[in-house]
C-alpha cells in the first residue's frame, strides 16, 4: 500500500463522514463547519489526481466564500430548525429509498464489468514543467471560450435578477444629492426679509403675523 | 490537440447572438438614463435589438449548416429558421405587454433586459452543438424567466409561483446535469456528433447511455411541462402576472423543441427505440391529463396551462416518429402553436385595465356585444387551439397525427383524436360565452394602435397558414432535412 492510497482512503473516510453529519447534525451551523471540513478534504482527494489548481480553486471559492456567507445566512435569519425538521421520519422511507436506490444504480454502473466503465485511475505524475494551471486556462479561453462567456452572461443576469428583486427606493428615505446641494444658490437658500416693526398679534387671530 | 484560431469568419455564424448581447448590455446602461416617464424609450429599443437581431439571423437563412467555436456552436438551417421565429414571437410579446407593464408600474428596464437575455439563451439553445451549450443556454433561459416571474413583488401569488417554477426548474435541471454525465461515462464525449457517433458505433456505450437516457427525458419533460412532469405548468401560469405567462408560454416552447430534436434526435438519435417509448407514455399521460382536466377550470390562464400540456404532447407525437417529416412536422406544429399562445394571452392583455385582470372565462363573456371583431380574432385562436378547420391548428395536429400513424403508432393517434374531441368542449365553452350570453360586467378594449393591429395580424395569419399552410410546411421540411 503505497502512501497515496492510504491518503486517499483516510480523505474518502472523512468526506464521507464529514458529509453524514451535514445531514444528521442539529445545529445549522455545525451543519455547514461540517460541510467546510468536507470540501476541503474533497479538495485533498484533488490533490491527489494531481489537479491543485482545482483544489486551491474549490478551497478559496467553497470554503472561502460561499460556506462563509452561507454561515452568515444562517446567523443572521431567524430559522426555527426544529420545525423545519418536523416532517423528517414521515418522508425518511421515501427519501432514504430513493437514495438507496441510486447509491444502488451507481454501484451497478460503476462497479459492474458490463458497462466498459474502467476503473478510476490516476493519472500519474505529470512531466517536469506541466503548468496544470496554464493549461486549464488555455482550455477555457480557447476550446471553452463560447460556454465561458455564456457563464458570464448567465452572471450578468444574476446580478441584475438580484438588484430588480432587492432595491426598493423607500419613499421616506432621507438621502443627499450632491448634485441639487451643488446646484444651489443664494436666491434658494436665503430669504431677506424687511425688519418690520416687531408687533403683537390681536389674541383673536391664531398663528397670525406671519 | 489543435490550438484554437480566431478570425471574423469563425465567429460569423454566430453574429446574431453577438449582436443580441451587445444591444442587451446597451440597453442596460442607456436605461439607467432614461427617467420613469420616458420609458418607452428603453421599450423602443428592446424592441429594435430583436427586429435587429431578427434581421441579422433572417439574412443568414439559407446558408450550409456550419459548426464553430470549437463545436460548441452550430448555425444550420433549423436554427435559422427557429432563431427568427423566436425573435419575433419574443417582439409581439413586448408588443402585446406594454399597456399592461405600463398601467402596473413594471414596465422597468429590468423586465426588458431580461427578457432579452432570455432570448440569448433561447438562441444559444437552438443553436447549441454540446451538451455544454446546451446546458448553459437553458439555464439562462430559465433564470431569466424565474426572475421575470418573480419581479412582481407586491403580489404573494406571483412570488409563490417564483418559487415553485424556481425549485422545480433547479430539479429538472440537476435530472438533466445527471443524465447528460451517465452519457458522457458511455460515450467519452459531450460533443453532439461525436456522441452520436460513438453511440451508433459500439453497442457496449449503449448501456450506460440508456441509464442517462431515463434521467434525461425525464429532465426534458419537467422543462416541457409534459405529464407526469407538469406540476409546475398550472400554477405558474395563474401565478406570474399575463406578461410573464405569455412570455413563458411562447418562445420558450421553440427553443425546447430546438432541445429536444438536439438532445434526442441528434446526440442520443442512435438510442431511438428506447426514448421512441419513453416519449409515447408522455404523450398519452399529458394529451389525456390536459384535455380532461382544462374542462374543470373557470380562469383562463388556468385553463391555457392545461390546455399547453397537451399541445406539449402533440409535439412529442411528432418527435417520437422519428422520422423527417415527424420531425418537421413538429416543427410546424410548435410555430404555429406559438403564433395561437400569443394571440390567446394577447387577448387576455387586452382586456384588462387598471386593477382589473380579464383571466376568467366570465370576462369574457358577451365579448360580441362589445366588439364584433376582436370576438372575431379570439374565435379564431380558439378554433386554432381546438384544431378546428379552417384555423391552422387543424392541419398541425394533422400533421403529427399523420407522422405518428406512419411510424406504427397508431393507438396513440386513436387516443389523441379521441382526446383531441373531449378538449374541444372547453374551447367551445368560451366561444359560446363570447358570442351567445349577455355581457355580465363592463368590457373595456385597452391597448395601444399598434398592439390593436399586430393581434388582428397574428389572428390573421393564424386563419392564413390554415388556408395556405404549404409555405411554411416546406420551409420546416426544407431546413429539418437540410439539418440532420
Known sequence: MTIQLAAFYVCAVVLIGAALRVITTRNAVHAALWLVLAFFTAACLWLLLYAEFLAAALVMVYVGAVMVLFLFVVMMLDINFDKLREGIWRHLPLAGGIGILMALEMALVLGSREFGVDGPRSPGAPPAGYSNTKELGRLLYTDYVFPFELAAVILLVAIVAAIALTLRRRKETRYQDPADQLAANKANRLKIVKDAPARVPPASQEGGGE | MNTATFSLATLAPAIPEIAL??????????DLFVADRDRHVSFWLAIGSLLGTALLAGSLVGHPSAVTFQGMFVADPMSQVLKVSVLLSVAATLVYSRVYLEVR???RGEFLSLSLFATLGMMVMISAHHFLTLYLGLELLALSLYAMVALQRDSARATEAAMKYFVLGALASGMLLYGMSMVYGGTGSLDIARVAASLAGTPQSQTLAVFGLVFVVAGVAFKLGAVPFHMWVPDVYHGASTPATLFIGAAPKIA????????????????GADWQQMLAILAVASIGLGNVVAIAQTNLKRMLAYSTISHMGFLLLGILA??????????????????????AFGMILLLSRAGFEAEELEDFRGLNRRSRWFAFVMLVIVFSLAGIPPAVGFLAKLAVLQAAWESGFGWLVVFAVLMSVVGAFYYLRLVKLMYMDEPAGEITIAGRGDMRFLLSVNALAVLALGIVPAPLMDLCARAITASL
Do not use: K, W
Open chain 2, 105 to 107: 408600474e413594471l414596465l
Open chain 2, 322 to 343: 422519428g422520422t423527417d417529416n415527424g420531425y418537421s412536422s413538429a416543427m410546424f406544429y410548435v410555430l404555429t402553436y406559438v403564433l395561437m399562445t400569443l394571440g
Open chain 2, 21 to 30: 448581447l451587445a444591444f442587451v448590455s446597451a440597453l442596460l446602461v442607456i
Open chain 2, 256 to 271: 425546447a423543441f430546438a432541445f429536444v430534436m438536439r438532445l434526442l434526435a441528434q446526440a442520443l438519435g442512435p438510442l
